[in-house]
T-cell receptor, first 110, second 115 residues
């Protein structure tokens, strides 16, 4: 099993719908992250969490919210999806050894 | 703010050719520098890293040297293989992030190696 698991792997949703992307990890790390990948832009940080009670906005948090339900779980929500949120979303965890990514969720908003 | 500028792709090479992907950065202090690789349909994997000036990171035949004077961290491989076809990302963690280790990424370079 993967150390960082994202669900779903693919999702198509309609404009205006609320959608949640889920992430769970078995690495025991306190730090978790959500990134968004767009062609030609690399990955950009949406939110990050130092521990269950510490949530921080990243570079592009507008239109997104997160919930850290437990050390191992960090979910990303789009309150009202819009087409320019179509992207590949990555969850990640980190410790002193490095950052570890999930396999990504491809989200399409139509 | 911090930023990473990567050589634009895509890059297409024949097998056994020499590879260079340029990466320069802007950051305060002494960031840690990374190269990540993304194979089709997969997440990002750490390829190599360097945490201080003049450090050389290496892995799977790839190398990159942390050059403080030129603010660069170019990725090189002497002889590429078809299996190296992937997207390569240069990234940094600013020293100011402390233990948070947020990464700032370059735009990525698509490498295709032809047999």
């Amino acid at each position: 099993d993967a150390d960082v698991t994202q669900t779903p792997r693919n999702r198509i949703t309609k404009t205006g719908k609320r959608i949640m992307l889920e992430c769970s990890q078995t690495k025991g790390h306190d730090r978790m992250y959500w990134y968004r990948q767009d062609p030609g832009l690399g990955l950009r940080l949406i939110y990050y969490s130092f521990d269950v009670k510490d949530i921080n906005k990243g570079e592009i948090s507008d239109g997104y919210s997160v919930s850290r339900q437990a050390q191992a779980k960090f979910s990303l929500s789009l309150e009202s999806a819009i087409p320019n949120q179509t992207a590949l979303y990555f969850c990640a965890t980190s410790d002193f050894q490095g950052t570890f990514f999930g396999q990504g969720t491809r989200l399409t908003v139509v | 703010g911090d930023s990473v500028t990567q050589m634009e792709g895509p890059v297409t090479l024949s097998e056994e050719a020499f590879l260079t992907i340029n990466c320069t950065y802007t950051a305060t202090g002494y960031p840690s520098l990374f190269w990540y690789v993304q194979y089709p349909g997969e997440g990002l994997q750490l390829l190599l890293k360097a945490t201080k000036a003049d450090d050389k990171g290496s892995n799977k035949g790839f190398e990159a040297t942390y050059r403080k004077e030129t603010t660069s961290f170019h990725l090189e491989k002497g002889s590429v293989q078809v299996s190296d076809s992937a997207v390569y990302f240069c990234a940094l963690t600013p020293l100011s992030s402390g233990s948070a280790r947020q990464l700032t990424f370059g735009s990525g370079t698509q490498l295709t190696v032809l047999p």
